[in-house]
């Protein structure tokens, strides 16, 4: 229905206005920002506390955590002893820019080095909706299975970087490490690919190093 | 925003008014219709292919499947040598009644005893759209964390029957069935549930039993 192409073309325009104004602010304030999407269980969550237990209070790190329903996600957070911030979306399918502007203007996270907004479990609906971030990162567990790139291509071209969760499970499940890089190369030449196990560890000083790397990237580039 | 609410709530009544019409449809021919709902990667298509298995040729099955990207699926079953017609949204992230009734007008799957309509992998879009199936199947693989009922509980007080799938993983996981057990009774006390493992073929048995008993019970109340 063309209704709802104009509709939707007109809330997309909307929120690339307010993500723009979010993505000045976060340059004014040097704060990497990162947007993870996912499958739901696909190990977002469990992704972070295994990082901020890495960075051990070297970095300030906050995050934003969307949801359909429950406070599950920021309060798993919070017992870590970061700032975190539960967006329950009332039944949508992703976070806008609106929503995380709005947790900007209340919480402000003074001093942090890296936000993360962890969005709602959804492999579609988050892909569109910029929202004033450094850049998207795809998680994708082994337990998911190794097509999932190829089906779901708009989240995986678009990610800068994806992060393959789980490896612990390889032995037990079907999925061809390989056959995944060769789809993320395909959708995304210049994209970087992490393999990590919160579980084991594996991994995630990889996955920190590299947010270390941007984080200093992006103060280079404002300095 | 108001319009965004008017034209979501048309969208859905055209969609209700040609499910309703797909129901009378799949009424008249006898067949049982499923619409499977999940998260990318909870095994959707590989329990298919277990019960395609199963069943061996003692009823005619046949699948719908939805996706974003990739006629992989349907290539999955039509391998297995029952009929499958996928349809490929272009981006949407999930199935609407009017994309079934294109298929049902074209494919008619003549003589069907059971129609699997295999949904695009999300656990939060498809659950709003009536695709006129008898009951909606949501499946929740044990790698994707044990409090998914009352993150998306939408979909898991909707869903007649919930299958617990990739049970074989349980040793390997963090994932608390009882607990499962607890949040699905309480969003929906009528709902069946069904562990399984398509790897091991636990569950696969009573999860068969359930589908010819549902299409004995529908064929019943049509005599």
């Known amino acids: 229905m063309a209704e709802v192409v104009d509709v939707r073309a007109r809330v997309l325009a909307a929120n690339e206005e307010e993500a723009a104004r979010l993505r000045k602010g976060f340059a004014a304030s040097g704060a990497l920002v990162l947007n993870l999407i996912s499958s739901p269980g696909s190990g977002k969550t469990t992704l972070l506390e295994a990082t901020v237990r890495a960075f051990g209070g070297r970095l300030r790190l906050a995050a934003i955590e969307g949801d359909i329903a429950t406070e599950r996600d920021a309060d798993r957070l919070r017992a870590l002893g970061i700032p975190a911030v539960q967006i329950l979306t009332g039944g949508a399918c992703h976070l806008d820019a609106r929503q995380v502007r709005k947790v900007m203007d209340e919480a402000h996270f003074p001093g942090v080095d890296i936000l993360f907004i962890e969005n709602v479990g959804n492999l579609i609906c988050p892909t569109s909706y910029d929202l004033g971030e450094d850049f998207k990162v795809a998680l994708l567990s082994v337990a998911e299975g190794d097509d999932k790139p190829f089906k779901y291509p708009a989240i995986f071209a678009r990610a800068e970087v994806t992060v393959v969760t789980k490896v612990d499970l390889l032995p037990h499940v079907s999925f061809d ?33 590299l947010l270390e790397q941007r984080l200093a990237g992006k103060r280079r580039a404002r300095a």
């Not at 390989?178 to 996955?207: C, D, H, K, M, Y």
């Open 177 to 209: 490490v390989a056959a995944v890089r060769e789809q993320l190369a395909s959708l995304n030449p210049a994209g970087e690919v992490v393999l990590t196990s919160a579980r084991t560890g594996e991994g995630i000083p990889e996955w920190c190093a």
